[in-house]
């Protein structure tokens, strides 16, 4: 992985910064997306002329991002995680509001789940009718 260091204002230590090529490459995204993620308030690169600087916070933010993504939330539940974690002191309110995200999420991901399953239940239905005429019509011939 390409990375990019400079140095850090206080007591020399050395900070991780990177390109928004980097990132992109890295997780396979555009760089288009993580601008949007930057619009949407999900990330906050400094700027040096036009050029982006992620820092390490940001990129893990970004890979929080992607991860939240694959697993339904929308930008807005996430954005509410990240305030939750920028703000909030006490991680047993952050913990709560993670729990109750999922337990929502769990819970629509079953409904659907049940909307499914009467969808396929209807279809077979369905299916059998039309088997079962064609058969009669066949008969009939």
Do not use: W
């Not at 990375?3 to 390109?19: A, C, D, N």
């Not at 990132?23 to 995204?29: S, T």
């Not at 916070?57 to 970004?62: A, G, N, S, V």
């Not at 909030?88 to 913990?95: C, F, G, N, P, S």
């Amino acid at each position: 992985m390409l990375q990019s260091y400079r140095l850090g204002i206080f007591m020399g230590e050395k900070s991780v910064t990177y390109s928004i090529g980097e990132l992109a490459k890295e997780f396979d995204i555009t760089t288009r997306s993580i601008r949007f993620y930057e619009d949407e308030g999900l990330l906050h690169p400094e700027r040096k002329g036009q050029s982006r600087i992620y820092s390490s916070k940001d990129r893990t933010r970004l890979k929080l991002v992607l991860r939240g993504k694959r697993l339904g939330f929308s930008l807005g539940e996430t954005k509410t995680i990240f305030d939750l974690y920028d703000n909030e002191q006490t991680e047993e309110k952050q913990l709560q509001t993670m729990v109750q995200l999922i337990a929502d999420k769990k819970q629509k991901l079953l409904q659907q789940q049940r909307d499914l399953e009467d969808l396929l239940h209807d279809l077979s239905s369905l299916e059998q009718s039309c088997v079962e005429s064609l058969t009669k019509l066949n008969e009939q011939n």
